[in-house]
């Protein structure tokens, strides 16, 4: 079975521009979730989505991130304006029904660099 | 709240070596533990998990026991290769609402050949 498909996989942006990624999750997988994670750190949740509604996003800085998963499959997260700290990796993850333990699948990430 | 501190890094081994990388939790109830591992340039995979106090999760030569008295779940292979260089993350899942996981810093390990 295909995995989690994320793109781009690298992007550099000067900061207040903004940037959006992509994410496909393995087909069937409700749960879909975004990482941010900072050179030298773990993943730190930032959304969790179930089919297309919000379960978790209490550490989204919401005054410059969003992200949505309209028709409950892939999904976009967008930085607008982007800050110096906004360099990251972004991972985004995927999780089945069937799973009655978090069991995650990742994708290899996008490597974002703020300039 | 819930917390993962595993040994900071890098720890750089020569290969056959004996390999255990600390890792302890802070967590109400009874959550999932997890042990990722990440190669450069890819996401993140997971190695192995265990789901109750006790279990032995196991995997490639890893293992890692589910220690509730001592809040740990160290993750332990006896005879390290230069493949298993990577970054190693410690997790929970407090198995309850929606299942967020919890990682650690990240131990990186260099294997010599």
């Known amino acids: 079975e295909a995995g989690v498909a994320q793109s781009p996989r690298y992007k550099i942006i000067e900061k207040r521009q903004s940037v959006a990624f992509w994410c496909n999750p393995i087909s069937g997988h409700a749960t879909l979730y975004w990482y941010q994670q900072i050179l030298g750190q773990g993943p730190k949740l930032l959304i969790q989505?179930?089919?297309?509604?919000?379960?978790?996003d209490s550490q989204l800085p919401k005054d410059r991130f969003s992200a949505e998963r309209l028709k409950g499959v892939d999904s976009t997260l967008k930085i607008q304006p982007a800050k110096l700290e906004d360099s990251a990796v972004y991972l985004c993850?995927?999780?089945?029904?069937?799973?009655?333990?978090?069991?995650?699948?990742f994708g290899p990430g996008t490597r974002l660099t703020v300039l | 709240g819930n917390s993962v501190t595993q040994m900071e890094g890098p720890v750089t081994l020569s290969e056959e070596a004996f390999l255990t990388i600390n890792c302890t939790y802070t967590?109400?109830?009874?959550?999932?533990l997890f042990w990722y591992v990440q190669y450069p340039g890819e996401g993140l995979q997971l190695l192995l998990k265990a789901t109750k106090a006790d279990d032995k999760g196991s995997n490639k030569g890893f293992e890692a026991t589910y220690r509730k008295e001592t809040t740990s779940f160290h993750l332990e292979k006896g005879s390290v290769q230069v493949s298993d260089s990577a970054v190693y993350f410690c997790?929970?899942?407090?198995?309850?609402?929606?299942?967020?996981?919890?990682f650690g810093a990240g131990t990186r390990l260099f294997v010599k050949a």
């Open positions: 997790a929970l899942s407090p198995n309850t609402g929606g299942f967020k996981t919890i």
């Open positions: 993850a995927s999780r089945g029904l069937r799973d009655s333990t978090d069991t995650q699948y």
């Open positions: 967590a109400t109830g009874y959550p999932s």
């Open positions: 989505f179930q089919n297309n509604g919000v379960v978790d």
